[in-house]
């Protein structure tokens, strides 16, 4: 693909200057800046980062820019939201115009191996799924053997899709077209009983049909999307900073800290494990180069990774997406966090 | 040449009664328009008009039937000024006013001087305007560029390109006919360059490739980078455009002045650019309909325009599904600022003419 030419001859033009080979200055110039610049979305990914009325921005990758910039500097309001289009995202990471990009960035082999990007973890496991009207009865993707799914032609869901029936023996009438737009059309009229693309942009298309309600994403998800925060590959410091931010999220959801409750917690906890992790014993927040509290600022900023997931994408929001894989471990999920001793 | 139009009854009445066939031709023009549009305006009306909701609180509360102008009412504050705080608002209505002040003043009744008022008035526009919004003296609160956007972004990156790439590209024309080799040279390739790549690719290197050329540490405002590159990239064009008047002058002109006494900066400064621009005003007003386009470019470099804003606010799942409003409102206003300039060429056209006829008289 062209656009993905050019990340090349960028990334590969940047790493020859001598800005690239400097170790772990992201954090001392957010600290010295007051704010960190952190890449989104133009304003258009639904429950990741829109703007709201007064100019907010709002949603899961918005706020978890802000749980970076409480961590660092204990302000959840120091955060320079950068809107960037996909294609010149990663270029402008490069140069150094933004510290870290929120912005729905799929980790894949050959992005973390040919650009100078790491992923610091993943903060959303996404993936390709479908979406069905309620009237159907359908609650299952093993029960749509012979249905006509849309499907946006030319992307990588279309080969998923025929990936995943050909593995279930189970067959199906694709109903290609060139545009999302054009699909959810098609479901509406009747003229497919699926749409299939990845689960969070389900979600956002579903707002678009006239009755949302009446529409619903089956819980099967049939291909790997992990989302995550990106930063420079030059600077491990700063990485360890926004995976550690991404860490406190999980372990407070496993210790039930919330967004109200951590600073009572902080003061009053006997849990070893929870002192440290909140700063209460131990020095481990300036092992990170961040202050000895900067979990207790990053929960009080965006609440754990529960509530901050039911907030922007899940239930108490407008997509109404379920949590699914994005849950605990423990709880049978794919999060897990390294212990903080 | 005299007009010849056939006589056919009331139409001939019509026109004769606009005056010349310029009118009649555009009379015509708007007619196939109409019957054109006429199919479908009723359509139109009832869905932009009559069933439209003004005001709301979010989707449901519009009437499905018509548009949903509540969502552009409720954002207009947003699209205007982006992220601009409220309570100092009235630095970014000035500057956006500004400029469309200047306009105005350029097409009202014409007084003594008239046209030096409007071009001081957008010379002195940058620094003023530019201090005026980001604060920090005065009394007046920093406002960081970050927070600019919206139609305020679109008039002040336009205006300020404009402003600032009109000497750049004066004197890269001069350069590009000067005498002297090396100056030439100079003048033809920063031209070539900056004409040749996509403006685009212009503002991709202004604030992702300079800023790695920069020492470690410097961090420049990114709408500074965009400016200067929209600016080189402004006076590239314009410079052509200067270029085609020095040279629709002819040599007698400045031979004429020099045999008189005149030095080169006043022969150019009193006979030859006067002459120059006049000449070429239509493709000075088509290069800055087209900048004031071409700012939308800006989300390239993370900088919210009046275009992004909109497209932004159209995604914002309280208002999901009003993309026909935003784009519509969005073409209004782009067509009505070009619009303006196009008068504003005419007028100056027209001036111009009258002045030439006084002195063809005199």
Known sequence: MKTNVLFRLIAGTAALLPVAAQAGPTLDAVKARGVLNCGVSTGTSIGKSTLDDSGNWTGFEADFCRAVAAAILGDATAVEFVPLEFKNAFASLQSGSVDMLARSATWTLSRDAELGFEWAGVYLYDGQGFLV???????????LDGASICVTSGTTTELNLADYFRTKGMSYTP????????????LEAGRCDAYTNEVGGLASYRLGLSDPAAYTILPDVISKEPLGPVVRQ????FEDVVEWTLYALVIAEEFGLTKDGVAQAAATTQRPEMRRFLGAEGEFGAKLGLPNDWAVKVIQATGNYGELFERTLGSQSDAGIARGVNRLWSEGGLLYAPPVR | MKTHVPDVGRGHRLVRGLGSRRSASSLLAWAVALVAAGITLPDIVGWALVDATWVAEDRAGCDPAGACWAF???????FAFGFYPPEERWRAAVALAWP??????????????????VAAALA???PVAGLLLLGGLLGLPRVPTSQWGGMTMTVFVGTVAFVAAFPIGLGLALARRSSLPALRLLGTGFIEIWRGLPLIAVLFIAVVMVPLALPPGTELPRLVLALVGITLYTSSYLAEVFRGGLQSLGAGQGEAASALGFTYWSAQRYVVVPQALMAVVPGILNTVVAL???TTYVLVVGLFDFLSIVSAAVADPRWL??????????????????FLLSRVSARIERDIGRGRERGRSA
């Open chain 1, 234 to 237: 030059d600077d491990p410091q």
């Open chain 1, 175 to 186: 109903i290609t077209v060139g545009s999302p737009d054009q699909s959810i059309a098609n």
């Open chain 2, 292 to 294: 004031f386009k071409d």
């Open chain 2, 321 to 338: 599904g009003l993309a026909t409003e935003g784009y519509v409102f969005v073409g209004l206003v782009y067509w009505a600022f070009c």
């Open chain 2, 72 to 78: 552009v009412v409720n954002r207009l504050p947003q």
């Open chain 2, 100 to 117: 469309l002040v200047s306009l105005a003043i350029a097409l009202g009744p014409g007084f003594r001087r008239r046209a030096a008022v």
């Open chain 2, 124 to 126: 002195f526009y940058p």
């Open chain 1, 133 to 143: 009207s309620k009237a159907s009865g359908v609650t299952s993707a093993e029960q």
